[in-house]
């Protein structure tokens, strides 16, 4: 409880400067509604998130004009939120090179997420089950928009390719888990979320949202999603939706190498990811966690 004071009143200092250093007066009689300029403190707390966001974005040390060009903010802003972050923990510096990248705060804060989470327990547990039945990598990820997350993972030990890690983000188009999810949804809201061309991660990835909607079609035939080096080369997987929501928006994967197992081993390791996730959507309905 005391860290979780603290890092409350870490926010709220944080907040607290980007008012001060970046407040600017509205000018007197701006009508409301959508013509009405934004408050200073809202903007400034908008342009910090997205400042965040492009850390978080890039596995790189950026330079002020790196995050200039990337978000076309104004230097003198730049120079504000970067030293505000910074003071906060959000942020840290190579002394030498002068350049940036997301700092401690940022784990602490994104841990506290999934210690919060009442599923992740029971899914960690339907992982190690999972993968001692499968002897393959298993993952567990959460659909947000046209992305999936991964919230946990329990690797296999034989694992030649690193498929995701915890808080990664893959379009879900590109993803078994990704076209589970997605299945749960109607052709309509499936058009509000995708818009073609789809982004290409590999040479076999859908890029088209028709591809996408017959994708969805099987799945749902065959009771869970699969792709076939799609998401990465050398891997294939299979994924299942956790059905205690509706519709699903979370799902359970296992990842395989495509040189050691065949067509029939896929399905069979997809038949038991759909009785897993099933039995787990159960358990969490059972325990009251919507």
């Known amino acids: 409880m005391r860290m979780l004071s603290r890092d409350v009143n870490v926010v709220c200092r944080t907040c607290q400067r980007l008012d001060e250093e970046h407040l600017m007066p509205q000018k007197a009689g701006t009508p409301a509604g959508e013509n009405a300029v934004e408050p200073a403190g809202v903007k400034s707390a908008r342009r910090a998130i997205d400042l965040l966001e492009t850390f978080a974005a890039n596995g790189v040390w950026l330079s002020l004009a790196d995050l200039q060009l990337s978000t076309g903010f104004p230097r003198s802003s730049l120079h504000g939120l970067l030293r505000t972050l910074l003071d906060a923990g959000w942020l840290e510096v190579d002394s030498h090179t002068g350049r940036y990248r997301l700092g401690v705060r940022a784990l602490i804060c ?40 991964y919230l946990e993972t329990r690797e296999s030990v034989r694992s030649t390719h690193l498929v995701s890690r915890v808080g990664r983000t893959l379009p879900a188009h590109a993803t078994a888990l990704g076209k589970a999810l997605l299945a749960e949804l109607t052709h309509d809201e499936i058009e509000a979320v995708l818009r073609d061309p789809l982004t290409a991660l590999t040479p076999n990835t859908i890029t088209s949202v028709e591809a996408l909607h017959a994708e969805c079609a099987l799945t749902r035939e ?17 994924a299942a939706v956790i059905p205690y929501r509706i519709p699903a928006t979370d799902a359970m994967s296992c990842s395989m190498p495509v040189d050691q197992v065949t067509d029939d081993d896929a399905e069979h390791v997809g038949e038991l990811l759909a009785e897993a996730t099933a039995e787990l959507g159960q358990r969490l309905r059972r325990a009251g966690i919507r």
């Open 110 to 149: 994104g841990t506290a997420y999934l210690d919060r989470d009442p599923v992740v327990p029971y899914a960690t547990e339907a992982l190690e089950l999972v993968r001692e039945k499968t002897g393959f990598t298993a993952h567990y990820a959460r659909r947000i928009g046209a992305e999936v997350v």
């Open 222 to 238: 065959r009771g869970y999603g699969a792709e076939i080096e799609e998401g990465g080369l050398g891997v294939r997987c299979v």
